[in-house]
């Protein structure tokens, strides 16, 4: 039997969207969970950046714990895998010294609290890290630091969860940060 998995980002939302998010099978949904509201309720799956200070903050803070669409979801992922990001880490110190602490790991604090809350906990292979960032390196050479949650969340769907005759579909992604502005292009990945 095909499933409908729609992966939804943080953008903006058409008035009809929400109740067609919450019909479908899987809904995966990012860090802070912004979408749920205007982009529907339903949550299956959160995928979380699980290094540097938004995953600190995020893990700490009993604001996004207890957030209804994080309380809801079956499943935690972790987008950055931690080898992945302890090779960066002094890549990262020397160009981008701003960000010290971009690849303090995380992984174990949301393993604990998913298994806490009877969640499942997974962290996206470094393949799919490795994969994108040879793509990418291709398209814009120097042009990001690391590709973005949404970018790996839908490759490992493609590649691991979704089956043949599933759809796989793709909602509020619309190149904004938190603030409603858009991004350069350069900062989209």
Not at 24 to 36: E, K, Q, T, Y
Request: charged content about 25%.
């Amino acid at each position: 039997m095909s499933a409908k998995i729609v992966i939804v980002g943080n953008g903006s939302f058409s008035g009809d969207e929400a109740d067609k998010i919450d019909s479908c099978d899987l809904v995966i949904r990012f860090n802070g969970c912004r979408s749920a509201g205007e982009g529907g309720i339903r949550t299956d799956v959160v995928a979380v950046s699980n290094t540097g200070r938004p995953a600190a903050t995020m893990i700490r803070h009993n604001a996004w714990r207890n957030h209804p669409a994080v309380k809801n979801a079956a499943e935690i992922w972790g987008v950055r895998d931690a080898l992945k990001f302890a090779e960066l880490k002094p890549i990262i110190a020397i160009q981008y010294p701003e960000l010290d602490d971009f690849c303090d790991d995380h992984t174990e604090e949301f393993a604990s609290f998913s298994a806490d809350g009877g969640k499942s906990f997974a962290v996206i292979p470094g393949r799919y890290h490795d994969l994108l960032d040879l793509e990418l390196r291709a398209l814009m050479p120097g042009g990001y630091v690391v590709t973005s949650s949404g970018l790996l969340a839908v490759a490992y769907v493609i590649g691991e969860v979704a089956v043949p005759g599933d759809k796989v579909l793709l909602a509020g992604f619309s190149h904004q940060d938190g603030t409603g502005n858009r991004l350069p292009p350069s900062r989209r990945l």
